[in-house]
């Protein structure tokens, strides 16, 4: 069995319709639809777009990771075998999750597999990282104009990774679309609910790091309508900063050994 959620707030009917049409036409079983916003108005909407849905709501704005958590408390009661994160703003062919699931399949020590992401144009989004520094997160957000920048960000994002090639032990991958082994997250605990919003995709890839690897998978592509909320909307980019602050005080700040090791240990550098 493969379960799957998705955490709304106030999104558009447009991409749920999208983002939902793609995994109900896919192999997945249940599609966990989890509401934040603080009425039910996508009730009766989420629920008409396919019979696999399900309509979780009355929780409040609990946070991105908190959401998800409890569509995956449903999947690890139900004893399904994977569990798929996916964001809104996410639009994928039907054979996507079976490449996946095939993978895993063959894989027995990855937890968690991320496809290649693509932005609308095709072009590929840089979302395998490194485990950063507050250097790198001040960097990319706040001194991009600072000489130097754009090498120390390219070190960050691994852009001279081979985008072809299957990759094992990449130290931090996209929350966009991560499918997970179901046993891996109840082992884990699932999300970090101290992180409301941001930074809970890196901190669970590290959680992952503790007992399973991580995969980029290429052969299995999405498309992704990537926004970047944070560096348009002052509330999100507040979201961001404690997000970081709450990361860097869990995990250490300039002397963090298990960052140092992740990184160091990435065969690809």
């Known amino acids: 069995m493969i379960t799957s959620s998705i955490v709304i707030y106030n999104s558009s009917k447009k991409d749920l319709q999208t983002v939902v049409t793609c ?45 998800h958590n409890l569509a995956i408390q449903k999947s690890i009661q139900q004893n399904a075998k994977y569990h798929l994160i996916l964001n ?47 250097s790198d997160l001040i960097f990319r957000r706040f001194l991009f104009f600072l000489p130097g920048k754009s090498k120390r960000t390219e070190k960050y994002e691994l852009r001279n990774l081979d985008y072809s090639k299957i990759h094992f032990d990449i130290p931090s991958l996209s929350g966009c679309f991560m499918m997970f082994r179901t046993d891996i997250l109840k082992q884990i605990d699932g999300f970090d609910e101290r992180f409301f919003m941001y930074m809970e995709d890196v901190d669970l890839c590290r959680c992952v790091h503790n007992i399973a690897q991580t995969a980029f998978f290429p052969f299995a592509e999405i498309i992704h309508h ?27 700040w300039f002397f963090d050994k298990g960052r140092r090791e992740r990184n160091k240990q990435a065969k690809f550098l």
């Open 23 to 67: 995994a109900a036409n896919s192999s997945i079983n249940t599609i966990y639809v989890v509401d934040n916003a603080v009425n039910d108005n996508m009730s009766g909407f989420a629920q008409s777009l396919s019979e696999k849905v399900v309509y979780m709501q009355g929780q409040g704005n609990i946070g991105y990771g908190a959401a």
């Open 88 to 134: 809104p703003d996410i639009e994928f062919a039907e054979d996507v999750i079976e490449k996946l699931t095939i993978f895993m399949d063959e894989h027995l020590n990855v937890g968690v597999v991320m496809p290649k992401v693509l932005y609308p144009n095709g072009e590929i989004q840089y979302l395998c990282k490194l485990l950063p520094t507050p």
């Open 226 to 252: 990537y926004e970047k909320g944070s560096y348009k909307n002052r509330k999100l980019l507040k979201y961001h900063i404690f997000s970081a602050i709450k990361y860097f005080n869990k995990w250490g």
